[in-house]
C-alpha cells in the first residue's frame, strides 16, 4: 500500500519551488535591467541586444513564460500573505513586539509583490504588442504617459529582487545570524547601484523622445 504524504512534505515541496522560481526571476530580473542599463552607455547598442534577442525569438519566448513563472511564484508565495485587514494586523502587532528587521522585509515583500504582479502584465503587454523593441519605442512609451508608472514600478521590483535574494541565503542557511547585519547592508547597496542604474537609463530614454 503506498504511502500518504504528509502535509509537512507538502510544504517542503513547496517551498522549494517557492525558493527555485523566485531564484530564476531575480535572476531575470537582475540581467534586465543590466541590458537595459546599456541604453546610458550607447542606444545603438541597446537596440542591437533588442534586435539579436527578436531576431532569435528568445524575446517572443521569454516574454510568456516568464508571466507564467510571476503568475506560478506568487501562486505558491500566496498562501503565506496575509490578505485579510485583520491578518494583517496581527501581523503588524507581532513585528512591532518581535522588534526583528527580517518580518518589516517581509511584509514589503507582501506589498511590492501584488505591485509587480499587476505591473509585469502592462510591462510586458505593453513591450511585446509594439515589436520592434527598441529606445525609440521605449521613449515614446514614456511620454505617453508611463514614466510615472516606472518611476513607482522599478523600486518595487528592485526591492521585491534584493529583500527576496537575502531571505533565501538565510532560509538556506548561506546567511547565518551572525552575518546577517552585514548581508542587509550589502543587499541595500547593490538594490542602491541597481535603483541607480534603472533611474539612469529612464532618464537616458527620457531625453532621446
Known amino acids: 500500500?503506498?504511502?500518504?504524504?504528509?502535509?509537512v512534505d507538502d510544504r517542503t515541496r513547496l517551498d522549494f519551488w517557492q525558493a527555485a522560481s523566485g531564484a530564476v526571476l531575480a535572476l531575470f530580473v537582475c540581467v534586465h535591467l543590466v541590458l537595459e542599463g546599456t541604453v546610458v552607455l550607447s542606444p545603438a547598442?541597446?537596440?542591437?541586444?533588442?534586435?539579436?534577442?527578436?531576431?532569435?525569438?528568445?524575446a517572443?519566448?521569454?516574454?510568456?513564460?516568464?508571466?507564467?513563472?510571476?503568475?506560478?511564484?506568487?501562486?505558491?508565495?500566496?498562501?503565506?500573505?496575509?490578505?485579510?485587514?485583520?491578518?494583517l494586523g496581527v501581523f503588524v502587532q507581532h513585528s512591532k513586539g518581535l522588534?526583528?528587521?527580517?518580518?518589516w522585509l517581509w511584509l514589503v515583500q507582501v506589498f511590492t509583490a501584488i505591485v509587480i504582479l499587476a505591473g509585469a502584465f502592462y510591462h510586458i503587454y505593453s513591450?511585446?504588442?509594439?515589436?520592434?523593441?527598441?529606445?525609440?519605442?521605449?521613449?515614446?512609451?514614456?511620454?505617453?504617459?508611463?514614466?510615472?508608472f516606472y518611476v513607482f514600478f522599478l523600486p518595487c521590483v528592485i526591492l521585491h529582487t534584493g529583500i527576496g535574494v537575502y531571505?533565501?541565503?538565510v532560509k538556506?542557511?548561506?546567511?547565518?545570524?551572525?552575518?546577517?547585519?552585514?548581508?542587509?547592508k550589502w543587499t541595500w547597496i547593490v538594490m542602491g547601484c541597481y535603483l541607480?542604474?534603472?533611474?539612469?537609463?529612464?532618464?537616458?530614454v527620457w531625453f532621446l523622445g
Not at 538556506?172 to 542587509?184: E, H, I
Open 1 to 7: 500500500m503506498a504511502l500518504s504524504r504528509s502535509p
Open 45 to 58: 547598442l541597446t537596440n542591437g541586444i533588442a534586435w539579436l534577442l527578436e531576431v532569435t525569438m528568445l
Open 60 to 87: 517572443q519566448v521569454a516574454a510568456p513564460v516568464i508571466m507564467l513563472l510571476i503568475l506560478f511564484h506568487f501562486y505558491i508565495a500566496a498562501r503565506k500573505m496575509p490578505f485579510r485587514a485583520n491578518e
Open 99 to 103: 522588534k526583528e528587521v527580517d518580518t
Open 127 to 148: 513591450v511585446m504588442t509594439d515589436l520592434p523593441i527598441n529606445v525609440a519605442g521605449s521613449a515614446k512609451r514614456l511620454h505617453s504617459g508611463w514614466l510615472a
Open 167 to 169: 531571505r533565501l541565503a
Open 172 to 184: 538556506f542557511g548561506v546567511c547565518v545570524k551572525a552575518t546577517r547585519p552585514a548581508w542587509r
Open 196 to 204: 541607480l542604474l534603472g533611474a539612469a537609463a529612464l532618464t537616458r
